[in-house]
């Protein structure tokens, strides 16, 4: 009942955007852009790096992007895929130059963001920028993009720009399918590969036309560091799950990991949603400054690698039982991952049968838990069955034993 529940939701938020989405058809010749973005190559694999937003928000400089790259390298997880150095709001000045340019801040960015480019490149990384669909951006500091997209495109493609994250404030309620394929376009004609990340906060369901835009579309609005906010995102994102692949992937918003609003078992929970569900995973805390715990957490390559999986299909909820869940999808090699979520406060016991999985009954299975580094001596047949303490989960990789 509660399948088909969803399925309904899900037809008449589709039915909701058809209007929207012929507009889109007919006044732009977007398929032509959105094959040159997969020719361009971006986005493969959903994207990993940093950005600034949920620790520092508009408390940023130049020192600050540089010395977490610094970081990214010396702790190693550049080298685990976390590539891009992504700058957030507030770093240009609040009016553009004669010409209608953006101007980096003069205080906190006064050696140019083409300067840290440089910077960041030496180091092996790729950096990202931040503007908005709209004539401001969501600080109201600095001014947004709308009317000024090939001119902006441009600029950031002559600064060696990587990703552009392009947010939805001050838009005078303009239909985001009318704003944001512009600066799609006019990145594909500066000539260079520039990751497009759309943040419209799925307001108008990006998921059903951001394919053709650009390569990631946030599917909830902003994320916060409570447990409440977290899951309801990964939830809200998982109603997308069919629309997300290699090219363009869901978005619910950048990772809270490390920011001390929760705890360490459910930042676990955090980081495996994420992953399984081949969401970005864009670090959200001062990376100059890890805790142990944090790093095990973010720097977790076999959870790293679920979410990296060529196959890149996102794993979707597949069993329910009060606050007792089961997530599954497949991977390359034939392997399916599995995340077992306890989401209540009480000590639970959670059973994922190989028909919630779309197993062969009586397969026999070799169990990898991804968090406890373990592979089972047994073999598994028919079901897994953990406990595990309230709000925290196990992950596992089943393979097929010949």
Known sequence: MEKKVRLVKMLLMMLICVSAWISAESTDNIDSYRRLLLENGLGATPPMGWNSWNHFFCDIDETIIKETADAL???????????????????????????????????????????????????????????????????????GSLGYEQKDADTFASW????????????????PTKRYPPMSQAL????????????????????????????????????????????????????YANFSGPGGWNDPDMLEVGNGGMSHKQYVVHFS?????????????????????????????????????PL????????????????????????????????????????????????????SMEVRDLWKHKTYDKAFKNQLKFTMEGRSCR???LKPLS
């Open 273 to 309: 949603l994420w992953a399984i569900s081949k969401a970005p995973l864009l670090i959200g805390c001062d990376v100059r400054d890890l805790s142990n715990n944090t790093y095990k957490i973010l720097g977790n390559k076999e959870v790293i690698d679920v979410n990296q999986d």
């Open 160 to 175: 060696d720009i990587d990703y552009l994250k392009y947010d939805n404030c001050n838009n005078n309620y303009t239909e």
């Open 188 to 239: 594909i004609k500066t000539g260079r590969p520039i990751f497009f990340s759309l943040c419209e906060w799925g307001e108008m369901h990006p998921a059903f036309w951001g394919a053709k835009l650009g390569n990631s579309w946030r599917t909830t609005t902003d994320i916060s560091d409570t447990w409440d906010s977290m899951i309801s995102r990964a939830d809200q994102n998982e109603g």
């Open 73 to 143: 390298v010396s702790t190693g997880l550049a080298e685990l895929g976390y590539k891009y150095v992504n700058i957030d709001d507030c770093w240009a000045e609040q009016e553009r130059d004669s010409e209608g340019y953006l101007v980096p801040n003069k205080k906190t960015f006064p050696s140019g963001i083409k300067a840290l480019a440089d910077y960041i490149h030496s180091k092996g990384l790729k950096l990202g920028i931040y503007s908005d669909a709209g004539f401001q951006t969501c600080s109201n500091k600095m001014p």
């Open 395 to 397: 992950m596992f990789i």
């Open 312 to 363: 890149g299909i996102q794993a979707k909820k597949v069993k329910k039982d009060g606050d007792l869940e089961v997530w599954a999808g497949p991977l390359s090699k034939s392997r399916t991952v599995v995340l077992l979520l306890n989401r209540s406060v009480i000590r639970s016991t959670i059973s994922a049968y190989w028909a919630d999985l779309g197993v062969p009954a009586d397969t």
